[in-house]
């Protein structure tokens, strides 16, 4: 196992769509774990030109998660990026649409790959160190700095029940106390798989909303619904829970009674 700890350098407002918002293109204030996976697959494309598709299924494949935080505030605002003119027999009707963006000056991300993929995490992070990024989209460059990329190589293995302390983003399933949104925590929607049939899954951000402002808490502890493992790096400290397999969730078939 090999995580590659890293920070965003900001040098514009930033948009990460939301999945399926139409009228309003809103953002999300942390990049999704998709989000950090697409942006490390960019980076290695740039440096060795390899087909980015294969890039990025390599990398889903060998990661066992992303997250990320911000250590300031997060601003976000809307603004009208195009008005589509609606021709009409009658008249003439326009649609402004409206697009978020959001702004803090670092953030900073983690990736974790698996056992046997500390290979292509070594490649990743040196193309970290040279390649251009962007967050989002091609409007939205950033910069990694090159002395915050740092290595962990030693998590540890937490059980079901176990009290942990967090930073960064994590899957909601993770917490057993599902009412961790009353001590100031946001949820929202994210898709994690890079792939066109990504389901939304719950996830908490270590963040207050107050209005327009996003503001993140140092750290908050929970009680974990199920086993995962827990990584320390220099600035976030992230928990990734293992995966239900399918036998577990099945249901046992009932058998028909006899009669007497």
């Known amino acids: 196992m090999i995580a590659i700890e890293f920070r965003l350098k900001i040098s514009s407002a930033y ?4 999945p399926y918002s139409y009228q309003s293109a809103r953002t999300y204030p942390l990049p999704a774990p998709s989000t950090i996976k697409g942006l490390c697959a ?3 494309w740039r440096k060795e030109y390899e087909n980015p598709i294969k890039l990025i299924t390599a990398i889903q494949k060998a990661s066992l998660g992303a997250t990320s935080r911000a250590e300031r505030s997060i601003v976000v605002s809307s603004n009208t990026v195009s008005v589509v003119d609606l021709s009409k027999k009658e008249g003439k009707k326009t649609d402004a649409l409206l697009r978020q963006f959001a702004f803090t000056p670092y953030i900073d991300c983690l990736i974790v790959f698996k ?3 500390e290979g292509l ?11 251009p990024v962007y967050l989002g989209d091609s409007e939205s460059l950033v910069c990694v700095k090159p002395e915050s990329i740092s290595t962990v190589k030693t998590a540890e293995d937490v059980t079901e029940g176990e009290m942990v302390t967090v930073n960064s983003l994590l899957k909601f399933d993770c917490i057993k106390d599902k009412q961790i949104n009353e001590k100031g925590v946001i949820l929202y929607m994210q898709d994690d798989p890079c792939a066109d049939d990504a389901a939304l899954e719950r996830y908490v951000a270590p963040l207050k909303q107050e209005g327009d402002t996003y503001r993140p808490l140092d750290c ?6 199920k086993k995962g493992l827990f990584i320390r790096g220099k600035r976030l400290q992230a928990i990734f829970c293992e995966e239900k397999s399918t036998e577990a969730i099945q249901k046992p078939k009932r058998g028909k009674k006899r009669k007497a």
């Open 15 to 18: 948009s990460i769509r939301v």
């Open 42 to 44: 960019n980076a290695l």
């Open 115 to 117: 056992d046997g993929s």
């Open 121 to 131: 995490g070594n490649r990743v992070e040196e193309a970290l160190k040279v390649s």
């Open 220 to 225: 908050f502890s929970f009680m974990l619904a």
